[in-house]
């Protein structure tokens, strides 16, 4: 199967709720310092512990940004406990197509800004 498959490119050329959000529940700026690769998180929860927007920045290959852009377009209307409990394989389930282990840290940069906003002390 070819690494950039059409959803990647789709993503990635036309990435999904690009922004910021002022007034965020959760934010995370996440580098990789490996290969210079960014991912900058925003969400805002409602009344009802819900996610009510997601926002995102960043800057890198096409596997980490249009990962990024897949994964927290998943995340609209998700509890807090949901959004804890997403795993890499969800993330390789969302992207569907197979990433060979030395591009996993570029496709899970998302996650792990994903998880780190949400413990910012790495509880």
């Known amino acids: 199967m070819d690494m950039y498959q059409e959803n990647i490119l789709d993503h990635y050329k036309?990435?999904?709720?690009?922004?910021?959000?002022?007034?965020?529940?959760?934010?995370?700026?996440?580098?990789?310092?490996?290969?210079?690769?960014?991912?900058?998180?925003?969400?805002?929860?409602?009344?009802?512990?819900?996610?009510?927007?997601?926002?995102?920045?960043?800057?890198?290959?096409?596997?980490?940004?249009?990962?990024?852009?897949?994964?927290f377009e998943s995340l609209f209307g998700k509890s807090e406990d949901v959004l804890r409990k997403i795993s890499t394989q969800d993330v390789l389930d969302l992207l569907q197509t197979d990433i060979n282990p030395a591009r996993l840290k570029c496709a899970t940069l998302g996650l792990v800004a994903l998880q780190k906003s949400l413990n910012p002390s790495g509880d």
């Open 14 to 71: 036309h990435p999904r709720n690009k922004g910021k959000i002022d007034a965020a529940t959760f934010t995370h700026r996440e580098p990789n310092p490996l290969c210079g690769d960014v991912v900058e998180l925003y969400i805002k929860m409602n009344g009802e512990g819900k996610v009510e927007d997601v926002k995102w920045e960043g800057s890198g290959c096409a596997i980490s940004q249009a990962s990024a852009s897949i994964l």
